[in-house]
């Protein structure tokens, strides 16, 4: 979660949470995710949402679909597999 974004992230990267806490009785969902995502992307704009592993931006993405976004795509496994992917180059 924003813990996640602290420890590492690519350049030029910006943090908006699709969680904001995860308690004993599950995850809370960010209600204004996708306002905040257009905040600064517009629905035509090219982007791709990550998380650590991959999941979080799974969910983050179909949500930004279903919202109308057409360019949007996950970073599949996530920042974690993209990492191990660049270092084995």
């Known amino acids: 979660m924003r813990g996640d974004f602290h420890k590492a992230h690519a350049p030029g990267a910006r943090n908006v949470p699709y969680y904001l806490s995860v308690t004993p009785q599950g995850k809370e969902k960010n ?5 905040e995502v257009a905040a600064f992307c517009g629905k035509d704009d090219v982007f791709i949402v990550g998380c650590n592993t991959g999941n979080r931006s799974r969910f983050a993405t179909a949500d930004l679909l279903n919202a109308g976004f057409k360019n949007v795509r996950n970073l599949q496994g996530g920042y974690r597999s993209f990492q191990q992917r660049a270092q084995q180059q």
């Not at 209600?31 to 306002?35: A, G, I, L, S, Y």
């Open 31 to 35: 209600p204004h995710f996708v306002e």
